[in-house]
């Protein structure tokens, strides 16, 4: 009987779980198809930002959080437990958004509306599997899958791109470039890496660039004349000058030294 009785209880916990999990998936799937829609549809642009640390952080590790410690307050005040839980949903929406800001204004406003939206929809959506156990499993890993992927997949589209590179120097022209493109240099600890950036944009695309380690963590640069930038480098490796376009025509040269 107490086996049973342990299984029963161990099942419920992780359903409780399982559905916890799939309505972080939801909310942040559903919110990452606002962005691609609002973001004029830009598939790059929409999973660049989707795989900020913060995202996974405010959904999976915020939500969950808010989502628990509403469970218990409500537990409290069966009678009114549906309206307190809409109320503490839509106040811990706000509550991110005022704590963020320090100080309540337009930005928290309209920022805190949409968190209290996807509150409110992380409730439903909990709710919905809360008594099930298979369906909040498999959907809950299915969409954690499916995030995970998008988030490292690369969505960078080329259209007639012809490229040639040296050992200093890379050149690139294409008809469409919506996305990014890395150039590797090796560089020892001690030296420096200067390089830049000659853009012949045809369109009015937009343009950009930054610098990442081997880690994939943002290395910091510094402005020299003109439009020259320089990286100390810290640590011996491969360091990645990251040229990136957003619906951009057109050509860029990128030139660089390492002493």
């Given at each position: 009987?107490n086996?049973?009785?342990?299984?029963r209880?161990?099942v419920?916990?992780?359903?409780?779980?399982a559905?916890?999990?799939?309505?972080?998936?939801?909310?942040?799937?559903?919110?990452?198809?606002?962005?691609f829609?609002?973001?004029?549809?830009?598939?790059?642009?929409?999973?660049?930002?989707a795989?900020?640390?913060?995202?996974?952080?405010?959904?999976?590790?915020?939500?969950?959080?808010?989502?628990?410690?509403?469970?218990?307050?409500?537990?409290?005040?069966?009678?009114?437990?549906?309206?307190?839980?809409?109320l503490?949903?839509?106040?811990?929406?706000?509550?991110?958004?005022?704590?963020?800001?320090?100080?309540?204004?337009?930005?928290?406003?309209?920022a805190?509306?949409?968190?209290?939206?996807?509150?409110?929809?992380?409730?439903?959506?909990?709710?919905?599997?809360?008594?099930?156990?298979?369906?909040?499993?498999?959907?809950?890993?299915?969409?954690?899958?499916?995030?995970?992927?998008l988030?490292?997949?690369?969505f960078?589209?080329?259209?007639?791109?012809?490229?040639?590179m040296?050992?200093?120097?890379?050149?690139?022209?294409?008809?469409?470039?919506n996305?990014?493109?890395?150039?590797?240099?090796?560089?020892?600890?001690?030296?420096?890496i200067?390089?830049?950036?000659?853009?012949s944009?045809?369109?009015?695309?937009?343009?950009?660039?930054?610098?990442?380690?081997?880690?994939?963590k943002?290395v910091?640069?510094?402005?020299q004349?003109?439009?020259?930038?320089?990286?100390?480098?810290r640590?011996?490796?491969?360091?990645?000058?990251?040229?990136?376009?957003?619906?951009?025509k057109?050509?860029?040269?990128?030139?660089?030294?390492?002493?």
């Open positions: 009987m086996t049973l009785l342990k299984h209880r161990a419920r916990f992780m359903t409780y779980i559905a916890k999990g799939f309505a972080a998936g939801f909310v942040f799937l559903a919110f990452l198809l606002y962005l829609a609002a973001g004029d549809f830009n598939l790059y642009k929409t999973m660049e930002a795989a900020s640390l913060r995202l996974w952080l405010i959904f999976y590790g915020y939500g969950t959080a808010c989502s628990v410690l509403i469970d218990i307050l409500t537990a409290k005040v069966p009678g009114h437990r549906t309206k307190l839980a809409v503490l949903y839509i106040a811990a929406g706000y509550a991110y958004f005022i704590v963020l800001a320090g100080e309540v204004n337009m930005f928290v406003f309209i805190g509306t949409v968190g209290a939206i996807c509150s409110l929809v992380f409730y439903g959506a909990a709710s919905f599997m809360r008594n099930k156990p298979v369906h909040s499993g498999v959907f809950s890993v299915m969409l954690l899958l499916a995030l995970l992927y988030t490292n997949a690369d960078t589209v080329k259209k007639q791109w012809s490229e040639s040296t050992a200093s120097r890379y050149k690139a022209k294409f008809a469409y470039f996305g990014k493109h890395e150039i590797p240099v090796d560089a020892a600890k001690g030296r420096k200067i390089f830049h950036i000659d853009w944009n045809e369109n009015g695309g937009g343009t950009g660039f930054h610098a990442l380690d081997e880690r994939d943002l910091g640069m510094s402005k004349e003109g439009d020259v930038m320089e990286i100390d480098v640590e011996t490796g491969r360091y990645r000058i990251v040229v990136t376009g957003d619906r951009v057109g050509s860029f040269t990128v030139q660089w030294k390492v002493y």
